[in-house]
DNA sequence: TATTATACTTACATAAAGTAAGTAATTTAT
DNA sequence: ATAAATTACTTACTTTATGTAAGTATAATA
């Protein structure tokens, strides 16, 4: 029998192997947003999406949420220790992505 | 309005945020495997799922299919020069997970 | 007073993934 | 010779995930 895929590696990908998920980890670690900046940054993402990825990311422990008791209020979401780890990843495949992934220009 | 996530960046995580893709490349990643070796260290991923996730790893140009037609004959998969090139994502995915990702150790 | 903004939730439709079984070619075991 | 096993899939059906659209609550602005 062939030894298993290792289990961490596994449980990143649980996360990491969702939809948007990577892509809101990237917008994050630009700093703390609020949901309409995450929102207005990746369009093609319904808010039902995000709403749902936040509160994933934070049972994960990859944000907090923060809420800002002003009028009106301000709630933002920050990558906690463990979200901003995953700079290094998020970086290099960025690089791939830059050196294979085709841009298409728009019209 | 704020600019939009960079698209190559999007387009890489189309791939990666699809369950499986990132376990299957990683494994891939130490050298060319049959069908079979990967359901055998995935094993909760489906043959269905396998099949589905290659076909589309092929198309985007991240592994190629090798036939040998020997008897009975060998189905090989292989990463392309694109595919090995996401070592290092995969790397950093590595260190990430098991910097932060606890292992359950099983009964 | 009506409209806009933020940060969501809810209901419903569609697409993706899971489950189980089946297939075809060949090999090994009885 | 016949039955069971192996590999690399496919097919049919069910469940879960995601998409789409609309709605809600609070407060600001016109």
């Not at 892509?23 to 207005?40: A, E, H, T």
């Not at 709630?75 to 998020?90: A, F």
């Amino acid at each position: 029998m062939a030894e298993r895929l290792c289990p961490r590696f596994e449980d990143a990908f649980e996360l990491l192997g969702k939809r948007w998920t990577g892509m809101i980890i990237k917008v994050l670690l630009s700093g703390p947003k609020r949901f309409k900046d995450i929102s207005d940054v990746i369009p093609n993402m319904s808010d039902r999406m995000l709403s749902e990825r936040f509160k994933e990311l934070e049972t994960a422990g990859i944000i907090i949420r923060h809420v800002y008791p002003e009028t009106p209020v301000r709630i933002e979401y920050e990558l906690t220790d463990k979200g901003k780890d995953l700079e290094g990843s998020m970086n290099e495949v960025q690089k791939w992505a830059e050196k294979w992934c085709l841009d298409i220009p728009n019209s």
